[in-house]
């Protein structure tokens, strides 16, 4: 059985191709908002929330 990985810099790289600047910045911008959420809001309800999004748009976290 072979597994093909894919490191995290080819991913980075084709995203580059594939994305003008506007919409990386956007990315970016939208996971430091994220980011800025859980750390400062470290309310239950609020982090359990971020939480459950962040699930739904299909972003692993553990």
């Given amino acids: ?3 093909t990985t894919e490191p995290v810099r ?12 506007i919409q990386l910045a956007t ?3 939208f ?5 800025f959420t859980l750390l400062f809001l470290q309310e239950a309800i609020a ?3 971020m939480h459950n999004f962040r699930h739904g748009a299909g972003i692993t976290c553990h």
Avoid: Q, V
């Fill in 1 to 3: 059985m072979t597994a």
């Fill in 10 to 21: 080819d991913r980075i790289d084709t995203a580059r191709g594939d994305l003008t600047p």
């Fill in 27 to 29: 990315i970016l911008l």
């Fill in 31 to 35: 996971a430091a908002a994220i980011g």
């Fill in 47 to 49: 982090h359990d929330a």
